[in-house]
């Protein structure tokens, strides 16, 4: 990943920097241990250049901090099991804007575990895009879970990517799919600008399955059953600045 450029600056200053002071305080002391004692005027300006050096390190540490501290992103659902097979199965994962896959932050251990192969259709999408047939199983336990207990669920993005690394400020997209009894599909998608001020992002919902006509969920679920409505729904996104 690449740096951004204050972070290179500050790196390589902060460094510049360390040497000036290493250098200046051994000539000071080798100054003292020579014999060659120095006049009160030129102690008094060494100790003004390694005063100086050492406030150029602090704000240069600051700005260096403050280049790699991208805040953090809420995702916010409301989750309620439902009966039938191939059922209850959700993950959250983040794309770029160009639709590039970042990172997974959660997915129900079934379809993660190799319930893909078996049930193709269950979380389609997130199967494709995370690349999820070519991850290592030590990959996929750092996101996979059991299905949680109904209520309100919470998960937080760092900002950085499935390598760990802090990804660059921009826009990305938070992705929530679930899967409702193998065949109908919900699919949540929120823009959140990284490196903006704090945002509330506004939630896109689109619905995949053979009745289309009943769309009150898997979210507000569509599928046969009009009263089975609850699995995911209240999808908040919420970016929160540094």
């Known amino acids: 990943m690449e740096e951004s450029g204050e972070k290179i600056f500050a790196r390589r200053h902060l460094s510049d920097i360390a040497f000036s002071i290493i250098y200046h305080t051994m000539v000071y002391r080798n100054g003292d241990r020579s014999g060659n004692q120095k006049s009160n005027k030129g102690r008094g300006l060494m100790k003004k250049i390694l005063l100086t050096l050492l406030a150029a390190a602090f704000l240069l540490s600051g700005a260096a901090l403050a280049a790699t501290a991208a805040g953090q992103v809420e995702i916010s659902l409301t ?40 049930r193709p259709l269950s979380l389609a999408r997130w199967v494709k895009v995370s690349a999820l047939p070519e991850m290592t199983p030590a990959a996929v336990d750092t996101f996979s879970g ?11 993005w760092d900002c950085t990517n499935d390598a760990g690394d802090e990804v660059p400020a921009g826009k990305y997209v938070v992705c929530v799919e679930g899967t409702l009894r193998n065949e109908d599909v ?21 619905y995949f399955g ?12 569509f599928g046969k059953e009009t009263e089975d409505r609850t699995m995911l729904s209240d999808v908040r996104v919420t970016y929160i600045a540094p």
Do not use: H
């Open 186 to 206: 919900v699919i949540y998608t929120a823009l959140v600008e990284i490196g903006g001020p704090s945002a509330e992002a506004e939630v896109q919902t689109e």
């Open 79 to 118: 989750y309620q099991r439902l009966s039938g097979s191939a059922s209850n199965q959700y993950a959250i994962w983040i794309e770029d804007e160009t639709g590039s896959y970042v990172c997974t932050l959660y997915a129900t251990r079934f379809t993660a575990d190799g319930g893909w192969e078996r």
């Open 210 to 221: 053979k009745e289309t006509e009943d769309r009150t969920m898997l979210s507000e679920y």
């Open 146 to 156: 059991a299905t949680p207990r109904p209520g309100e669920q919470i998960y937080v």
